[in-house]
């Protein structure tokens, strides 16, 4: 049996170890993993990378390295297409930044595949957002935004010699976890930059401005975790703009619907995810609005049992309203099951079912707080508000489960280690 994995993210490399694991060493078992990129950042990471609290170089897991420990092949490449009834993926040819071709075009056979590419931001077709705006949607492009934002920091600090109002200003558009944590880390980052040689910078020269299209931020947690995260980041001294939609932008600008112009040095866009359009173009491949995969209860394709979709790029329905939401525990969640149903198959066992289990959801406001939810089987009774130390823990051991379930627990807690020795030894920003 051949299994294809397509994106080794928070669900494709967990999903590609486990079965590296239980079938790789197996006769007439392959598993293979195909990435475009030749490294893996766990995602939920990508704000903290941006604003420099955390170097992906440090915590990247290299796709070959670990193929090789866990018994897959990984196979650099970027999915095209596919064709269902030869059962083969197409893959586009692989370039170097100079253009120059590394690997050709291919095509790669299957028994079952599966997709685990992600997301990425929706523009909702807003006019100059692709061309005027940042993204964090993968490691690439966090690390061009820190490194753009060292070099306004240094930029600022010598303006600030003749114009000591001068001042940075950030505006971010989406009021989800990814604009609010990186909101917060960018306050981290100028108290850290201040302290580390660009003394100049005080509290008012880093101005950044959150816009949000609905009433309240984090719409996805209770109206109490919004309000906290609201008066915490106010506290910092974000500028907060509710129920503010945003209807052009354009070089250092965003323009309103009321037509009120927000002028930033700097412009993010982290306003809801969407799957790349070539997904819902699939012949015969179901798709729902934001263009991921319907699946069925095993999580496998409705219209073809070969075609399994795990992760944000997966669109598992939770009742006629709901899907399960675009989250890191989803797709850990997903993989498992889809681990366990190929191993299933292998055996000549029926498949099992897709539960999906919310275990809380929790927003880290860097250094300064950290407030969520937390329900179902981590804490007794339904649903916990936390906040503070308890909230922390929960949040870091989210990234510490990933690492356990790539590495298992003896490497995992090692890495645990190094990280603390690195926090002892290393600035505690990225500052080049
Ligand atoms: C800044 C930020 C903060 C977040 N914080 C949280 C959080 O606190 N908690 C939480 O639960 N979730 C959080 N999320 C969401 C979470 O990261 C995603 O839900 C999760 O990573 C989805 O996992 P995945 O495996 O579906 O996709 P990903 O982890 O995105 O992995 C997709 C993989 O597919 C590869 N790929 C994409 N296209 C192709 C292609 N055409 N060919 C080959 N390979 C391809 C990519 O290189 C990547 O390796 C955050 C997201 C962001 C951006």
Redesign the pocket.
Known sequence: MKVVI???????LELATYLGDKLGKKPDHEIVL????ST?LW??L??EVAAGSLDAEIDSVSFRAHAHAHHFQFKM???SGVDRNKKVIHLAPVLDPEGEEILPQRDEPYDHLVM????SSNDFGVPGVREHCKF???TQQAVKFHDRLVNQFIRLNRKLIDDPSACLHVAIVGGG??GV?LTAELFNSRNLFSMYGLHRIKDKNLKVTLLEAGPRLVPALSEKVSAAVLKDLSALGADICLNTQVAKAEPHVFITADESRIEADMLLWAAGIKVPDFMAEIEGIETNRINQVIVNKHLQSTNDEYIYA????AGFPLDEKRWVP??????HQMALLVGKNLVRITKEKPLVEFHYSDKGS?ISLSEFSTVGVLMGNLVRGDTFNVRGKIARIAYIS?YRMHQIALHGWIRATLMMVSDKINHILKPRLKLH
Do not use: M
Not at 34 to 37: A, T
Not at 310 to 313: A, F, K, P, R
């Open positions: 397509v994106g080794g993210g928070a669900g494709g195909i990435d475009r990129n893996h995602k939920p990508l704000h490449g970027c999915f685990a590419i992600g997301s964090l949607d993968s976890a990814t944590e795990i992760g944000d790029c675009p989250r890191a525990q989803s797709a929790l989210l």
